[in-house]
């Protein structure tokens, strides 16, 4: 027989396939060739035993494929649904009274042990039941140095240290202060006469406001008449003064002896008598150290009110503050005072304008220092539960290798780590009364266990250690703190 494969047919395209057709040629005793015109599907059919040609002009006439004979191809056996159904009934034999009973019991011992099953099985995984812990604990405080430094990028617990950034701001001040030097001086305007003599053959009248002084060529003392004077050709006559300056004046006689202006080429002047009128008076003056006074109190007052503006800056975290022990002056942009050294006046004043930097540190990188250090220091076997901080002042000398260090108060309650596990493995299975007791005994508790059962008639612990809950409550005790040492 001649099977004739087009080339769009995808069956007799792979080994497995020739194999069936194989299968099924060798069940009906058939020679089969295959003819197809694709070269690759003819190998593969001549590599699994077929007879392969690519016409078929080319099968009919190779006459080697079909030498085994014919053979009548018997149909296929009748379906199992056709076959006849023998509905006679069996023949039953009797049963012996024994064998029935022999079944009852065993049906009956299969249900006790069922039943047993399904009860251990429920007694073991039904109960359950809640242990509450109360371990011991006390409470320790500790004062922890924690020193700020700008150069830490991370908090470094072993070495106490906490990072740091500096903020800055400008800030204006004015300050007045009293002064507290003290000179005496003379006050008030001298006056006096003096005599004109007319160095002319004719009356000469000198006007008032006329000025007279003394001889002195480096320190002058100035008078000027008060009313004009008429002195007669070739006489006297006398003309009343007043210094021109308070405070100075007071002359003996006949120091008087000079005249300014065109006067001094009609007349000549001398007092006969000393000037009179300029009292010595205590006054105020000013000091380097009222000026050195007025700035201290303005550096105070302005780096109060720099630490004030540096604490409300936007940039800064809620957690994070500025301690005043930080701040320092950048620099001075402006330093003015109102009076010289030396100056007579009641007060001083002071204006500054200054750069000033801080330090802003972070609150809960202190704390997690000071918790460190006090988890460290707590004996073996506990640990915190509870903690709380308070912060301190700032050192006021270097006592670490930071800018500056202040003083964290740690306080925490410690309680005792217990093994939840093997408290479960110490009472299941075991007498409530007893699994209380073992676990007092092996356990550092602060007061006896809790247990609840469930079913709450139940008198023993579970046995599977999965239905026991253990909890842990710290209990804090009453009492002082422990105090470590730092």
């Given at each position: 027989?001649?099977?004739?494969?087009?080339?769009?047919?995808?069956?007799?395209?792979?080994?497995?396939d020739f194999e069936l057709l194989q299968r099924e040629a060798d069940r009906r005793r058939l020679d089969i060739a295959i003819v197809s015109a694709d070269p690759e599907r003819?190998?593969?059919?001549?590599?699994?035993?077929?007879?392969?040609?690519?016409?078929?002009?080319?099968?009919?006439?190779?006459?080697?494929?079909?030498?085994?004979?014919?053979?009548?191809?018997?149909?296929?056996?009748?379906?199992?649904?056709?076959?006849?159904?023998?509905?006679?009934?069996?023949?039953?034999?009797?049963?012996?009274?024994?064998?029935?009973?022999?079944?009852?019991?065993?049906?009956?011992?299969?249900?006790?042990?069922?039943?047993?099953?399904?009860?251990?099985?429920?007694?073991?995984?039904?109960?359950?039941?809640?242990?509450?812990?109360?371990?011991?604990?006390?409470?320790?405080?500790?004062?922890?140095?924690?020193?700020?430094?700008?150069?830490?990028?991370?908090?470094?617990?072993?070495?106490?240290?906490?990072?740091?950034?500096?903020?800055g701001t400008e800030i204006e001040g004015f300050i007045e202060v009293e002064t507290t030097g003290r000179l005496n001086v003379a006050l008030g305007r001298t006056r006096g006469?003096?005599?004109?003599?007319?160095?002319?053959?004719?009356?000469?009248?000198?006007?008032?406001?006329?000025?007279?002084?003394?001889?002195?060529?480096?320190?002058?003392?100035?008078?000027?008449?008060?009313?004009?004077?008429?002195?007669?050709?070739?006489?006297?006559?006398?003309?009343?003064?007043?210094?021109?300056?308070?405070?100075?004046?007071?002359?003996?006689?006949?120091?008087?002896?000079?005249?300014?202006?065109?006067?001094?080429?009609?007349?000549?002047?001398?007092?006969?008598?000393?000037?009179?009128?300029?009292?010595?008076?205590?006054?105020?003056?000013?000091?380097?150290?009222?000026?050195?006074?007025?700035?201290?109190?303005?550096?105070?007052?302005?780096?109060?009110?720099?630490?004030?503006?540096?604490?409300?800056l936007d940039v800064l975290a809620p957690s994070e503050f500025v301690p005043r022990q930080s701040l320092i002056i950048q620099a001075v942009p402006k330093e003015a005072y109102?009076?010289?050294?030396?100056?007579?006046?009641?007060?001083?004043?002071?204006?500054?304008?200054?750069?000033?930097?801080?330090?802003?540190?972070?609150?809960?990188?202190?704390?997690?220092?000071?918790?460190?250090?006090?988890?460290?220091?707590?004996?073996?076997?506990?640990?915190?539960?509870?903690?709380?901080?308070?912060?301190?002042?700032?050192?006021?000398?270097?006592?670490?290798?930071?800018?500056?260090?202040?003083?964290?108060?740690?306080?925490?309650?410690?309680?005792?780590?217990?093994?939840?596990?093997?408290?479960?493995?110490?009472?299941?299975?075991?007498?409530?009364?007893?699994?209380?007791?073992?676990?007092?005994?092996?356990?550092?508790?602060?007061?006896?266990?809790?247990?609840?059962?469930?079913?709450?008639?139940?008198?023993?612990?579970?046995?599977?250690?999965?239905?026991?809950?253990?909890?842990?409550?710290?209990?804090?005790?009453?009492?002082?703190?422990?105090?470590?040492?730092?």
């Amino acid at each position: 027989m001649a099977v004739v494969v087009h080339w769009d047919l995808e069956f007799l395209a792979r080994d497995i396939d020739f194999e069936l057709l194989q299968r099924e040629a060798d069940r009906r005793r058939l020679d089969i060739a295959i003819v197809s015109a694709d070269p690759e599907r003819r190998k593969l059919a001549r590599r699994c035993g077929f007879s392969a040609f690519g016409s078929i002009g080319d099968a009919r006439d190779a006459a080697d494929w079909r030498s085994r004979s014919r053979a009548t191809v018997e149909p296929p056996p009748q379906p199992w649904w056709r076959e006849p159904v023998d509905t006679r009934p069996k023949p039953s034999w009797p049963t012996p009274p024994w064998m029935r009973w022999a079944k009852l019991g065993m049906r009956l011992l299969v249900f006790l042990v069922a039943v047993a099953v399904v009860g251990g099985a429920a007694y073991g995984i039904v109960p359950s039941a809640e242990v509450t812990l109360l371990p011991a604990g006390k409470e320790y405080t500790m004062i922890v140095p924690v020193t700020a430094d700008p150069d830490v990028e991370d908090v470094d617990a072993a070495a106490r240290l906490m990072p740091a950034r500096r903020v800055g701001t400008e800030i204006e001040g004015f300050i007045e202060v009293e002064t507290t030097g003290r000179l005496n001086v003379a006050l008030g305007r001298t006056r006096g006469e003096v005599l004109f003599t007319n160095l002319l053959f004719q009356e000469y009248v000198v006007p008032a406001g006329t000025v007279v002084r003394t001889s002195s060529t480096s320190y002058p003392i100035r008078f000027h008449t008060t009313e004009d004077v008429r002195v007669p050709a070739a006489g006297q006559a006398t003309a009343p003064i007043e210094s021109l300056a308070d405070g100075v004046g007071n002359v003996a006689a006949y120091q008087i002896n000079q005249i300014e202006g065109t006067a001094t080429s009609a007349v000549r002047v001398i007092n006969p008598q000393p000037t009179t009128g300029s009292d010595a008076t205590e006054v105020r003056i000013v000091t380097q150290a009222d000026r050195d006074r007025a700035r201290e109190q303005l550096l105070l007052q302005m780096l109060g009110d720099a630490h004030v503006e540096l604490s409300n800056l936007d940039v800064l975290a809620p957690s994070e503050f500025v301690p005043r022990q930080s701040l320092i002056i950048q620099a001075v942009p402006k330093e003015a005072y109102t009076r010289f050294v030396g100056e007579q006046a009641d007060t001083v004043g002071l204006e500054l304008r200054l750069l000033v930097s801080g330090l802003a540190v972070d609150i809960e990188n202190a704390k997690i220092v000071a918790q460190s250090e006090l988890s460290r220091r707590l004996p073996e076997g506990y640990r915190l539960v509870d903690t709380w901080f308070e912060l301190g002042e700032v050192a006021e000398e270097d006592v670490g290798p930071g800018e500056f260090t202040l003083f964290v108060t740690a306080q925490g309650y410690a309680s005792a780590e217990l093994d939840t596990q093997h408290a479960v493995d110490t009472i299941k299975g075991q007498p409530v009364d007893e699994a209380l007791q073992l676990l007092f005994a092996e356990l550092p508790l602060a007061q006896p266990p809790l247990i609840t059962l469930w079913p709450e008639q139940l008198a023993r612990m579970p046995l599977l250690p999965m239905r026991i809950a253990v909890s842990v409550i710290p209990f804090r005790e009453s009492g002082g703190l422990a105090v470590l040492s730092k």
